[in-house]
Structures are given as C-alpha cells and as structure tokens.
C-alpha cells in the first residue's frame, strides 16, 4: 500500500509537471433556471432562466485539472473559425499555466453541448458539433505542434472524445512521435476499437468502456483484471486503469501487477468529468516522477473529490493533502482552505440550497466572546464561513508584537468548532476582496459596529444578502485577554 505521506510529498512536485495534452476540445455550455408551470404551447415545463455558465470540456477539462494542479500543459486541438471557438480560446487564457495551439479549420464547428438545468436536475441537452475526421491539412498541423511541444514535456495525454480531433491519422502519429522521444502516452479512449491505441503507455477506460471494447463482463473484480488483460495483449498496450465509480479504481499492467484502489470519495453527487481529473492527475504525477502505481493512487484520490462536488469539477492541491491526512487527524483540518477550492465547496452548498453566512476577524486568543458570536452567526445560516487574517495582516493591524498564535494555530482552534464550517486566511487588511469572492448571504458582525462601517455590507446587500450585528459577551476581549496574560 502507498504511504500517504509519500503521496502528500508528491503533491508539492507537481507545480514541476509538464504535459502535452491532445485531443477533443467542446465547450460546455450550462442554463440554470426555475420550473414553475407547463407551457400553454405543448406539454413541456417552461424553464426560467436565471444564469448561464460556460467552461471547456473534453480535453479542455482535462487542461482544467492540470491547471488546478499548478502543473503546466500545452493544449492541441482543432476549432472552427466561429464565436464558440474563440469562446474557447478566451477561456483558455484563465488557465495561467497553458500553452494553447489550437488549429483553425474554417469547415468545422467547435462543439458545444448545451445543457438546461432546473435546481440540480438536468432537463434536456441540445449538441452542435462536427464529428468528421480532422482534415489532412488540419492533422498535419496539429501534430507539428505537438511534436515541437514534445521536448518540454514529460508526459502525453491523448483525449479522444470520438469528435475528430484525433482522427486521420493523429493518435497513431502522435504515440510513435512520443515513444521516439521516450515519452509517455496516456490515452482517455473512445469506441470499442482499441487497436487505435497500440503503443500507447496507458488506456483509461471506465467499467462500460472496458466491457464494451474487450466484448467481457467486467462486474467484478475477477473479470475487470480478465478485461483489461484482453485489452493489453491483443492492443499492444503498457497497462489499463479501469475507473469504477463508486467502486474505485482498478491498475494492470503488462507485467501483470494487479492493483485495487477502493473508492476514496466521502458521497457521490455527479461523476461528470471525473475521468478527466483521473487522466490529468495520473499524468502530472507522472511526469513529476512518480511510480505508476503512485500516480494512480494520487489519482484515485482525486477522483474521490470531484465526485462529491456539482458539475463538472477539479481537484485542487489542497484538497487532496486533506483528504489525504484525513485518516490521520480530525475533520478540522478538512474546513480550513485556500480560496479556489473554497469557492468550489461552496458552490456545492449554494447548489444543496445552503444559505452562506460570513464573519472576519484574528482571533488570536479565542474567548468566549469569539465563540457566542460564531455560534449567533451559525444560527443565521446553514454553512459558516470564517475569514482570517494572516499573520502578516495582523502585525500591522495590531502592532509588532502581534500575533501571539500563528495563522495555522488560530485556524485550527476555529475550524475546531462546531459551529464553523469553513476557514479562509487572507492576507489583506479587510476581508473585502474575499467577500466580493464568496457573496455571502449573511454577513455578521458584532454590534460595536454600525452596518455603514461593515466591510463588504454593500456588496452583501447588493447581492440580495443581509447584514446582522451580533450583541457580544460583555467583559471578553482579545486586547485585555492579552493585558492581564502579560500583567
């Protein structure tokens, strides 16, 4: 079994990774609204809409998970020249650490999935998309860029959603070029044909896709092993990881090593995308030098997370160190976080109907003052969110000699209460900047201040949200705690 804190470790190499990713690119497009009555036209819910989102898919969500990650990757694909393809683009300049050489091809359309959305249930979704086979011209383009990326990386990621992308020639050029550099390809396949895939270093198929491609049962673990043993002799592959949902994760390899990893995810809400985050963790962790078998655990991990979050997700770094101690410390831990994968718990929440509420402060010595107040906030929300101060914030807020207790050491001590969900630092002043971020839905603060002096009142309220002043305990504070500790 893998040492976790090997696995832990692992994670602060991954910033190091570099990955050529090439393959299918979509975009996905999400309608949120309301059902409230049939349509007096036909027999059909009417959908009220009241937002829309978008972010990449197929290979572009696997770019999205490198990217949590901190590694970094160069992205080859094929768009059309539309206003969905320079959608694409746009949103691939958000991921700071990717390369993008995306071929223009006039007689293509960039695919879009559509999907409408009423509370969490998906109602309909419409495509429009090519599924043809990239042109001549268009494969030749795309694989000179990614022979010329094949240098700077260490890893090769082969995304084939069955669009075309990879098509005409390209996935069987682009392992021979990455096995010439001694480079190693992963490949998320599609189809029952496999044979596509000879040469590569890894397939990563889900229980459905094995089946089908190997024509055996896979509904246990005897015949998974047997499934993917077909698939290595007869496609000439290094080794299969069959992802099995709620049932984990499954390595062979040529050499006949056969290893299960359980399931690591706490509940299951949407299994979208979470192969992605598989392909995209295995392959950092990869070309950070990780062992295979290390790789896998990391990713099964990560896998975990993203199943228990809404939508199509990623797995930050942070996350999965947590998930990773959780077996050795307790659950307090798992609540304080860094803001990205803060944002996307609480988005979770918002998506469970949770209403969010926020307080601030530094909390460098907990009294009872401190815990009436989160307790008060607590009953005005369902989730509770506590924005910290760094320690380099409270230093100048309070003066040299301040804080007595480390940021680690007060998150800690907050995120140990029950009464708290959630635990933010941020290193500026007021928290100003972290609630325009997560727009809470209540925002508290002790009565001493008035609600025109409350940091971030105007933007809670101009969200629908509500400010609340707490009467505090009298006879507690931080300053005359700290008076009569030195006295």
């Not at 190091?16 to 690119?25: M, N, P, S």
């Not at 995306?102 to 979704?125: C, E, F, H, S």
């Not at 240098?151 to 050029?173: E, F, M, P, Q, T």
């Not at 469970?352 to 607590?378: E, I, S, W, Y």
Request: proline share 4%; glycine share 10%; aromatic share 2%.
């Amino acid at each position: 079994m893998t040492d976790r804190s090997d696995l832990i470790a692992l994670l602060d190499r991954l910033p190091k990774a570099r990955v050529l990713c090439v393959g299918d690119i979509m975009l996905d497009r999400f309608v949120h609204g309301r059902v409230e009555r049939i349509s007096p036209e036909a027999p059909i819910p009417v959908l009220r809409i009241e937002r829309e989102a978008a972010m990449l898919g197929g290979g572009g969500n696997v770019a999205r998970n490198l990217d949590a990650m901190g590694a970094r990757a160069t992205f080859v694909s094929a768009i059309g020249d539309d206003d969905a393809g320079r959608e694409v683009r746009a949103l691939f300049s958000a991921l700071s650490g990717t390369k993008i050489e995306l071929v223009i091809d006039p007689a293509r359309q960039t695919a879009i999935k559509i999907r409408y959305l009423a509370g969490n249930q998906q109602m309909l979704r419409a495509d429009r998309e090519t599924t043809d086979d990239v042109s001549a011209a268009t494969a030749e383009a795309m694989l000179a860029g990614a022979r010329a990326a094949l240098a700077d990386c260490g890893v090769v990621v082969a995304s084939d959603y069955g669009k075309g992308a990879l098509g005409n020639g390209v996935v069987a050029a682009l392992i021979a070029a990455a096995r010439d550099a001694g480079r190693p390809v992963i490949v998320d396949p599609k189809g029952s044909d496999y044979s596509r895939y000879r040469g590569a270093s890894l397939l990563t198929p889900n229980r459905k896709e094995l089946g089908e491609a190997s024509r055996r049962p896979t509904g246990n673990d005897t015949e998974i092993v047997a499934a993917a043993r077909h698939i290595i002799a007869s496609c000439g592959v290094g080794a299969v990881l069959a992802t099995r949902s709620r049932d984990g994760m499954t390595l062979v390899t040529a050499d006949g090593v056969v290893t299960h990893l359980p399931t690591e995810a706490r509940e299951v809400f949407d299994v979208s995308g979470a192969g992605d985050t598989v392909v995209a963790t295995l392959a950092a962790a990869l070309a950070a030098g990780a062992p295979l078998e290390r790789a896998a655990a990391i990713a099964n991990v990560a896998a975990g997370i993203v199943v228990g979050k809404v939508g199509t997700a990623v797995a930050h770094p942070e996350e999965v160190a947590a998930a990773l101690r959780r077996s050795d410390v307790s659950d307090a831990n798992d609540k304080v976080m860094a803001l990205s994968p803060a944002l996307d718990r609480i988005d979770r929440w918002r998506r469970q109907g949770f209403r969010v509420g926020f307080t601030n402060g530094c909390f460098d010595v907990l009294h009872p003052g401190h815990v009436t107040l989160m307790a008060k906030a607590r009953a005005a929300c369902d989730r509770l969110i506590v924005g910290l101060n760094a320690d380099a914030s409270v230093k100048r807020l309070k003066g040299p000699s301040r804080p007595l207790q480390t940021q680690a050491a007060r998150a800690t001590v907050l995120a140990s209460l029950g009464s708290v969900d959630m635990v933010v630092i941020f290193d500026e002043d007021t928290p100003l900047n972290l609630i325009a971020a997560i727009r809470p839905d209540v925002l508290v603060k002790g009565a001493d201040y008035r609600v025109d002096e409350v940091v971030g009142a105007d933007i809670v309220q101009a969200g629908g949200g509500r400010v609340m002043l707490v009467d505090l305990e009298a006879g507690h504070s931080t300053t005359a705690t700290i008076a009569r500790m030195r006295g």
